[in-house]
C-alpha cells in the first residue's frame, strides 16, 4: 500500500492552522478564582511586583545604578499640566536628596505596591490588611463605610475598598503631597485620588491597575498597568526593612 506524504507547503499550512486555533482554545478556558472561607475572591498571599517602575514609572534607559525598564504608565505619557513639569524637571534633579525615600518616609499609594519589596495580603469579612516589608508599612483597607470629611494628609491616605465581581476595587483619598511615584521625580499634590483594582488571574498571578487623578497636577486622569507575581518560596513572609537602622548605619560609616 502506497502511504500519502504530505508536501511541505500543505505541512505549513497544517502548522499555522493549528497555531491560529491554540490561543481561541486557550481564551475559552477563563481562570476561576479561588474564594475564601468568607465567599470572597481569594487574594490572601505574599505579592511581589517585578519590574523597574520604583526608578521610573515611564520607559527608561539604563544609567549609573538604574537599570532600564518598560513603563507602566499605559500609553507611557503622564498628562502633567506645564507648571507641573518644571516641578518634575526640579525633582529629577534633586532626586538623591529630595525623593522620600532617600529620609525613610513611607512611600504612599500606589508606589508602595511596586516598591522592590514583597508585601502580604490579608482577608477578614470587613477588612482587608496590607502589609509590606518597607518601613513596616500597614494599609487597611476598609469594606465598610465612606471617606472621612477632610481635607486630611496622610501618607498612605485613607482605603475604602468594595467588589466588582472578582475585583478587589479600593478608593484611596486624603494624601500627603509629600510621597513621589518613583525616584525619578514623578509626582503629585495633596488633591490625589487614586483607584486600585487588584483582579486575579491565575494560581500565582494577579493583575494590578491602578488611575491617577489630581486636577492640580495633570490635565486629566491617567493609568498604570503591571502584573504582581505570588512568592512561593518555602517559609515565604515578610521581613523586614528597617530603613532608619540601615541610614544611621551609613552615616556612622559602619
Not at 507648571?83 to 525633582?91: H, I, M, S, T
Not at 472621612?148 to 479600593?170: A, E, F, Y
Not at 502584573?227 to 540601615?246: G, H, S
Request: charged residues 20%.
Amino acid at each position: 500500500m502506497t502511504k500519502k506524504v504530505l508536501s511541505v507547503p500543505a505541512v505549513a499550512g497544517f502548522m499555522v492552522a493549528a497555531l491560529l486555533v491554540l490561543p481561541a482554545l486557550g481564551s475559552a478556558q477563563e481562570y476561576s478564582v479561588p474564594r475564601n472561607a468568607f465567599g470572597q475572591p481569594d487574594l490572601s498571599g505574599v505579592w511581589q511586583a517585578v519590574n523597574t517602575a520604583v526608578w521610573d514609572i515611564q520607559d527608561h534607559a539604563a544609567t549609573y545604578g538604574v537599570p532600564a525598564g518598560q513603563g507602566v504608565v499605559v500609553g507611557n505619557e503622564i498628562p502633567y499640566r506645564s507648571a507641573a513639569l518644571e516641578q518634575r524637571r526640579l525633582n529629577y534633579e534633586n532626586r538623591h536628596t529630595q525623593d522620600p525615600e532617600a529620609s525613610c518616609r513611607m512611600v504612599g499609594v500606589p508606589r508602595i505596591t511596586y516598591m522592590p519589596y514583597p508585601f502580604q495580603i490579608l482577608q477578614t469579612p470587613d477588612q482587608i490588611v496590607m502589609t509590606y516589608e518597607y518601613v513596616h508599612t500597614i494599609r487597611n483597607v476598609y469594606m465598610t463605610g465612606e471617606h472621612p470629611p477632610g481635607p486630611i494628609q496622610w501618607w498612605m491616605g485613607d482605603s475604602r475598598g468594595h467588589w466588582d465581581g472578582d475585583t478587589l476595587v479600593v478608593d484611596v483619598v486624603h494624601f500627603t503631597d509629600q510621597t513621589w511615584l518613583d525616584r525619578s521625580g514623578n509626582f503629585h499634590g495633596e488633591g490625589l485620588h487614586v483607584v486600585e483594582r487588584y483582579t486575579r488571574t491565575g494560581p500565582d498571578h494577579m493583575l494590578y491597575e491602578v488611575t491617577i487623578e489630581d486636577p492640580e497636577v495633570f490635565t486629566e486622569p491617567w493609568q498604570m498597568r503591571m502584573p504582581l507575581y505570588r512568592r512561593v518560596d518555602d517559609n515565604m513572609r515578610v521581613l523586614e526593612y528597617e530603613c532608619f537602622a540601615y541610614a544611621d548605619e551609613e552615616q556612622l560609616g559602619k
